[in-house]
T-cell receptor, first 110, second 117 residues
Framework: DAKTTQPTSMDCAEGRAANLPCNHS???????VYWYRQIHSQGPQYIIH???NNETNEMASLIITEDRKSSTLILPHATLRDTAVYYC???????????FGTGTRLQVFP | GAVVSQHPSWVICKSGTSVKIECRSL??????MFWYRQFPKQSLMLMAT?????????EQGVEKDKFLINHASLTLSTLTVTSAHPEDSSFYIC?????????????FGEGSWLTVV
């Protein structure tokens, strides 16, 4: 399974963009990159996913490098409610099994 | 959008008893669901794959007789913690998705807190 590497923690000022990096250097051509976040004592919340192209939805943007070995999740205007642990996960094939790493703890401050 | 729901949200049980946690897909059918466990300040750990109409597939180190999984319908999977002990106290989370293709969204339930006293 492709593994991911994320910084343990990051800080971001409220209203600024939060850029969360993820390395997945062993990713294969058919493996998607998924991002979830987990707010304390809740189940993981889906944010976004992508294969090759950059993706954007109402929550965030996902930028995937051309070689697909890394990606960045962008929260364009962070709010205090975005404080959470963010997980970058590489999904293997058609299985819905997701293997979680340690994630990045994002702290948004006023 | 698609929703996965768990019940109960929290439960307290006595040592030696069994407790059942339900995972439902509310507006889609799921042939497979997944069960995770999360201890405080740790990441989610995959426990098992719940397969509709067949036996569950357990990850290495997870006792199948301890954590009984039943996936009797396309919208319901249950996890039963048998003969619970305090060390089984944890946050249990399930996931499911509407279809088997490599680009579909996978949804998680709200989680169920189990405290064994």
């Amino acid at each position: 399974d492709a593994k991911t590497t994320q910084p343990t923690s990051m800080d971001c000022a409220e209203g600024r963009a939060a850029n969360l990096p993820c390395n997945h250097s062993t990713i294969s051509g058919n493996e998607y990159v998924y991002w979830y976040r987990q707010i304390h004592s809740q189940g993981p919340q889906y944010i976004i996913h992508g294969l090759k192209n950059n993706e954007t939805n109402e929550m965030a943007s996902l930028i995937i490098t051309e070689d697909r070995k890394s990606s960045t999740l962008i929260l364009p205007h962070a709010t205090l409610r975005d404080t959470a642990v963010y997980y970058c996960i590489v999904r293997v094939g058609v299985s819905d099994k997701l293997i979680f790493g340690t994630g990045t703890r994002l702290q948004v401050f006023p | 959008g698609a929703v996965v729901s768990q019940h109960p949200s929290w439960v307290i049980c006595k040592s030696g008893t069994s407790v059942k946690i339900e995972c439902r897909s509310l507006d889609f059918q799921a042939t497979t669901m997944f069960w995770y466990r999360q201890f405080p300040k740790q990441s989610l750990m995959l426990m098992a794959t719940s397969n509709e109409g067949s036996k569950a597939t357990y990850e290495q180190g997870v006792e199948k007789d301890k954590f009984l999984i039943n996936h009797a319908s396309l919208t319901l999977s249950t996890l039963t913690v048998t003969s619970a002990h305090p060390e089984d106290s944890s946050f249990y989370i399930c996931s499911a998705s509407p279809g088997l293709n490599s680009g579909n969204t996978i949804y998680f339930g709200e989680g169920s807190w189990l405290t064994v006293v």
